[in-house]
């Protein structure tokens, strides 16, 4: 018997554990070389330099008007407006990093490279910690024992992580869907610490004393003026805020694009268009959504064509959603709340598996242990 392709979300009792394997999709030859080429000849792979320098101008220009703000606000709570808003700035300025890694934004590789590392560093992330594990997730999208992005961190994607928690976890893990959001407030200041852990572990690092030397330059620029002239309770507020807003925007923007979608057996071998469309999905809403999620609603095109810049994700989508449909090949889109419920809904499911194995689920549903 093949194993179910999409968890079931409703009803009692634990999510049992199932794992898609090759059998489930049916092999669909030279899709991928075939789509790739309507791309390419639709001159979508094509660089959007003004799209960019249009997208960059904005975000300097929202960043001065929070510098001017700042300054002239003084010793006020209404602070922490400015500092919601630099939160929201610097996840933009995340988008642009994670564009140019992608070498979406310049011609040549490394001088994508060189752009991502600034940018990275600019927010306080390690450049090179997020290329790492970003590129094993691209190779391999939720596939178990390859894709960092599923591997447990508080939050337990796989039913096996949540069965082993314990603890303080363990009682996380139980709620973990109803409790994902507030702890994205805490995503921020962990993004910080594993770019830290990963600088100043013993592996080596292209780039070790460039990255550490941009990311204390900014935490020196940003916190030195804010401990400086605001009274220490405020600016302790200020401080966390920013890092609440900054990690619930990223968490966000990046949680509806995977989770709850197919997982993949670590063994499987699926063909390059298939794993990437199957376990990826899509946020309807057009060019505010693009805005607001910095091009990552079109996961499905972003997946099969990583370098394409933003602004042609759209028309792409129409070419491959196209295909989809000639060969029956699913395609996942929704809204953005719907996202949200289907990740809150997952997890929770995943999280049974923390349940006490003697508790009853119908009981449970009714309050009853």
Same mark, same amino acid.
């Given at each position: 018997?093949?194993?179910?392709?999409?968890?079931?979300?409703?009803?009692?009792?634990?999510?049992?554990?199932?794992?898609?394997?090759? +059998?489930?999709?049916?092999?669909? $030859?030279?899709?991928?070389?075939?789509?790739?080429?309507?791309?390419? +000849?639709?001159?979508?792979?094509?660089?959007?330099?003004?799209?960019?320098?249009?997208?960059?101008?904005?975000?300097?220009?929202?960043?001065?008007?929070?510098?001017?703000? !700042?300054?002239?606000?003084?010793?006020?709570?209404?602070?922490?407006?400015?500092?919601?808003?630099?939160?929201?700035?610097?996840?933009? /300025?995340?988008?642009?990093?994670?564009?140019?890694? @992608?070498?979406?934004?310049?011609?040549?590789?490394?001088?994508?490279?060189?752009?991502?590392?600034?940018?990275?560093?600019?927010?306080?992330?390690?450049?090179?910690?997020?290329?790492?594990?970003?590129?094993?997730?691209?190779?391999?999208?939720?596939?178990?024992?390859?894709?960092?992005? /599923?591997? %447990?961190?508080? %939050?337990?994607?796989?039913?096996?992580?949540?069965?082993?928690?314990?603890?303080?976890?363990?009682?996380?893990?139980?709620?973990?869907?109803?409790?994902?959001?507030?702890?994205?407030?805490?995503?921020?200041? *962990?993004?910080?610490?594993?770019?830290?852990?990963?600088?100043?572990?013993?592996?080596?690092?292209? $780039?070790?004393?460039?990255?550490?030397?941009?990311?204390?330059?900014?935490?020196?620029?940003?916190?030195? =003026?804010?401990?400086?002239?605001?009274?220490?309770?405020?600016?302790?507020?200020?401080?966390?805020?920013?890092?609440? #807003?900054?990690?619930?925007?990223?968490?966000?923007?990046?949680?509806?694009?995977?989770?709850?979608?197919?997982?993949?057996?670590?063994?499987?071998?699926?063909?390059?268009?298939?794993?990437?469309?199957?376990?990826?999905?899509? /946020?309807?809403?057009?060019?505010?959504?693009?805005?607001?999620?910095?091009?990552?609603?079109?996961?499905?095109? @972003?997946?099969?064509?990583?370098?394409? =810049?933003?602004? !042609?994700?759209?028309?792409?989508? #129409? %070419?491959?959603?196209?295909?989809?449909?000639?060969?029956?090949?699913?395609?996942?889109?929704?809204?953005?709340?719907?996202?949200?419920?289907? #990740?809150? +809904?997952?997890? *929770?499911?995943?999280?049974?598996?923390?349940?006490?194995?003697?508790?009853?689920?119908?009981?449970?549903?009714?309050?009853?242990?």
């Amino acid at each position: 018997m093949s194993a179910t392709l999409t968890p079931q979300l409703s009803g009692p009792g634990p999510l049992i554990p199932t794992r898609a394997r090759a +059998e489930d999709f049916p092999p669909i $030859g030279m899709t991928y070389r075939s789509v790739s080429q309507v791309v390419r +000849e639709s001159g979508l792979l094509r660089r959007a330099y003004w799209f960019y320098i249009s997208v960059a101008a904005l975000i300097a220009a929202a960043l001065g008007g929070a510098i001017t703000g !700042f300054i002239l606000l003084g010793e006020s709570w209404f602070q922490l407006l400015i500092a919601a808003a630099l939160g929201l700035i610097f996840t933009q /300025i995340a988008f642009l990093a994670h564009e140019a890694a @992608h070498r979406q934004i310049l011609t040549l590789g490394p001088a994508n490279d060189r752009l991502a590392r600034i940018l990275a560093g600019a927010i306080g992330m390690s450049y090179s910690w997020w290329d790492s594990k970003h590129s094993r997730h691209h190779s391999n999208p939720n596939r178990v024992g390859k894709d960092p992005d /599923i591997e %447990i961190d508080t %939050i337990s994607f796989l039913e096996e992580d949540a069965l082993q928690a314990r603890g303080l976890r363990r009682a996380i893990t139980r709620k973990q869907g109803y409790l994902f959001f507030p702890l994205l407030t805490l995503e921020g200041l *962990n993004l910080h610490a594993h770019s830290f852990r990963y600088l100043l572990g013993k592996q080596p690092v292209k $780039g070790r004393w460039l990255e550490l030397a941009i990311i204390l330059t900014r935490f020196a620029l940003l916190l030195v =003026p804010i401990f400086w002239l605001l009274p220490i309770g405020m600016a302790f507020a200020f401080v966390g805020v920013q890092l609440a #807003v900054f990690g619930v925007y990223m968490g966000a923007s990046f949680a509806p694009n995977h989770k709850g979608m197919p997982v993949i057996a670590h063994d499987a071998k699926l063909d390059f268009f298939t794993k990437q469309v199957r376990t990826s999905r899509n /946020i309807r809403g057009g060019w505010w959504a693009t805005a607001l999620m910095g091009g990552l609603n079109y996961q499905v095109e @972003h997946h099969l064509f990583p370098s394409m =810049p933003r602004p !042609f994700l759209a028309k792409a989508r #129409v %070419i491959v959603r196209e295909r989809c449909e000639q060969l029956d090949i699913p395609y996942t889109e929704t809204s953005l709340l719907r996202s949200y419920a289907i #990740v809150i +809904e997952y997890l *929770n499911r995943v999280g049974l598996a923390a349940r006490d194995p003697f508790a009853c689920p119908i009981a449970a549903q009714y309050g009853r242990r």
